[in-house]
């Protein structure tokens, strides 16, 4: 049981580029979101997803896509990355409403 | 708009102290409160879970305790250790929505 995953651990984009962050989970939670962290600040929800072909916009939605094909995968888009997007992104599922996080991803956008 | 704020930001204890961290929130409407733990560099590890209708949840050294009506969860630690240093979370959940504060920077020192 791997829990939560995410890829890559690290990225560094130039701005303008794109790039797919993934997150996996073997749990069968039906619950799936994304959230930045930046220093100084608490988590930020970015989107969520409640099940496959479900989702919606979190607390900072913009700039980021999402999809949720099947229950287990809940990729994160940046289309055309800013230097504001630069942070730590995590996935995480749920069950009876207890949270579990990915180790997370490190994005730099130059 | 749900607001979550972790005072104080950072706290040195000499080991074998007890202590107590601080989570206040504004809109008392939630679904939980959850405690997490983060290491630098890694992911947020769940620590407690308290659901609206409880009041307090307990795991080893750790307390936590939850009063809706004044917007405030405390985490108890008792008999804190070198390996409790890291950041203390706390995020409530109002639905699909979840809100975290800052954090507690825990340092203990040996």
């Known amino acids: 049981n791997a829990g939560v995953t995410q890829t890559p651990k690290f990225q560094v984009l130039k701005t303008g580029q794109s790039m797919t962050l993934q997150c996996a989970q073997d749990?069968?939670?039906?619950?799936m979101s994304w959230y930045r962290q930046d220093p100084g600040m608490g988590l930020r929800l970015i989107h969520y997803s409640v099940g496959a072909g479900i989702t919606d916009q979190g607390e900072v939605p913009n700039g980021y896509n999402v999809s949720r094909s099947t229950t287990e995968d809940f990729p994160l888009r940046l289309l055309s990355a800013a230097p504001s997007q630069t942070s730590v992104y995590f996935c995480?599922?749920?069950?009876?409403?207890?949270?579990?996080f990915g180790p997370g991803t490190r994005l730099t956008v130059l | 708009k749900q607001e979550v704020t972790q005072i104080p930001a950072a706290l040195s204890v000499p080991e074998g102290e007890n202590l107590v961290l601080n989570c206040s929130f504004t809109?008392?409407?939630?679904?939980?409160l959850q405690w997490f733990r983060q290491d630098p560099g890694k992911g947020l590890t769940s620590l407690l879970l308290?659901?609206?209708?409880?009041r307090e949840q307990t795991s080893g050294r750790l307390n936590a305790s939850l009063d809706k009506s004044s917007g405030r969860s405390t985490l108890y630690i008792a008999a804190s250790q070198p390996g409790d240093s890291a950041t203390y979370l706390c995020a409530v959940r109002r639905n699909n929505d979840m809100r975290f504060g800052a954090g507690t920077r825990l340092t203990v020192k040996p």
């Open positions: 809109d008392s409407a939630i679904y939980n």
């Open positions: 749990m069968n939670h039906e619950y």
């Open positions: 308290i659901q609206s209708s409880q």
């Open positions: 995480a599922s749920s069950f009876g409403g207890e949270q579990f």
